[in-house]
Nanobody
Framework: QVQLVESGGGLVQPGGSLRLSCAGSGTFFSIDAMGWYRQAPEKQRELVAVITGGGKTNYADSVKGRFTISRDSAKNTVYLQMDGLKPEDTAVYYC???????????????WGQGTQVTVSS
């Protein structure tokens, strides 16, 4: 069974840093794009950052210059380094990945369970 397992959330003061990790496990052929989304209370889920299998990245305007997405393909893991955190970054952060199965190489989208990030003094 394919799973994405996240870690690294928590409580941090404004201006602080956190690093989120998300590891893919199970049996699959490969992982294409990986990304991070977030959902604040009473708001829709929004894209934070995405990285392709080739390493191309894209960021939401609200996090450009503060957040950095990276991946270790050998470990099937994506990271989100968050610096200069602001109270408005408070949300549940979800990992997302397009994973190809070993039978027909079809890509399916998987989600992690979510990790809470709270930015508060």
């Amino acid at each position: 069974q394919v799973q994405l397992v996240e870690s690294g959330g928590g409580l941090v003061q404004p201006g602080g840093s956190l690093r989120l990790s998300c590891a893919g496990s199970g049996t699959f052929f490969s992982i294409d794009a990986m990304g991070w989304y977030r959902q604040a209370p009473e708001k829709q889920r929004e894209l934070v950052a995405v990285i392709t299998g080739g390493g191309k990245t894209n960021y939401a305007d609200s996090v450009k210059g503060r957040f950095t997405i990276s991946r270790d393909s050998a470990k099937n893991t994506v990271y989100l380094q968050m610096d200069g955190l602001k109270p408005e970054d408070t949300a549940v952060y979800y990992c997302n990945a397009d994973i190809r199965d070993i039978f027909y190489f079809n890509a399916y989208t998987y989600w992690g369970q979510g990790t809470q990030v709270t930015v508060s003094s």
